[in-house]
């Protein structure tokens, strides 16, 4: 068995380039991926940048604001962001901190094996033929959505407006 360690104790003392008031601490990194945690202060941020890689940006504490392109939106803890490879993306906060896991994914050109993200689960034939289908296991599709959440950004952000928690 294998542990790794991360949070308060285990985090770099600055974050990642390009980051102002960011800890943060890779739990895993190979030529497939990462997984990293990231800590941000109240006030923080992570420029806006892109890479080739998708990620995701799981809050698992506090919130804040991320971009992507040019929709900007606040996220909190149970909420997940996609940053899709080559699109600029960034985070921050403003009066309360957040954490992070950021996972990522190195996509590679051609690659149709990594397709990671899809709309729906798809059942194989032979699960289907097991009788191991949804329907059969008593579980049903979910329905519904999040609210819809105003833009915001670092430029048009009432700093009166309370950040997410």
């Not at 895993?28 to 420029?47: I, K, T």
């Not at 690659?111 to 194989?124: F, N, W």
């Not at 819809?148 to 407006?161: A, I, K, M, N, Y």
């Amino acid at each position: 068995m294998e542990i790794r360690r991360f949070g308060i104790g285990h985090r770099r003392p600055d974050g990642p380039p390009g980051t102002v008031g960011v800890q943060g601490a890779p739990i895993h990194a190979d030529r497939h991926g990462l997984v990293a945690e990231l800590a941000l202060r109240p006030n923080a941020s992570v420029s806006p940048h892109s890479n080739a890689n998708l990620a995701y940006v799981v809050v698992i504490e506090g919130g804040g604001f991320v971009q992507v392109g040019d929709e900007k939106a606040r996220v909190a803890a149970g909420e997940a962001v996609v940053w899709p490879p080559d699109v600029i993306h960034a985070v921050w906060t403003e009066t309360t901190p957040m954490r992070a896991v950021v996972v990522e994914f190195a996509i590679r050109p051609n690659d149709d094996a990594l397709t990671l993200v899809a709309a729906e689960a798809q059942v194989t034939s032979e699960a289907q033929a097991a009788g191991e289908g949804s329907a059969s296991l008593g579980v049903s599709k979910a329905e519904g959505s999040l609210a819809p959440r105003p833009p915001v950004g670092p430029e048009t952000h009432e700093s009166t407006e309370r950040e997410p928690w």
